[in-house]
């Protein structure tokens, strides 16, 4: 059973968060405070677009620090992949029944997820259908432009 606010992550996605934390909390944090003084330094801050635009810059910042701390709170690391049966950190070769094309993808956390890359969100339906199926297996995926079969040809 997984928690609901449990953030899968390869370790390569756990470090890439890591480097944005570091790059928002020692870079653009105190870069946006001296934003804010400059335009403060400016005047009438009612009528003051610089300083409205680093004030809601610094919300941007702050409110992706408290989602990226959050995150980071509660991390699971994918590691020790079976490849037996699919599981999330696999890479799968599935056959698409219909029209023998083939496709591989690799099920990785929703936070790291990126189609253009052949990564996919073990959230996604495609990796929902495909979990602890193995290879040979015959599986209906369920989306919202209709159903279809795929066949799992390699789970690595």
Known sequence: ?????TVYLTQQGLDDLKKELDELINVRRPENVQAI???RSLGDLSENAEYDAA???????EARIGQLEKMLENVSIIEDVNTDTVSIGNTVSIKYVDD???DEYKIVGSQEADPFASKISNESPIAQA?????VGDVVTVESPNGSYDVEIISIK
């Open 1 to 5: 059973m997984t928690n609901k606010n």
């Open 37 to 39: 003084k400059e335009a």
């Open 55 to 61: 004030r809601n810059e610094q919300a941007q910042i």
């Open 100 to 102: 023998d094309e083939e």
């Open 130 to 134: 495909l979990f602890d199926h193995k």
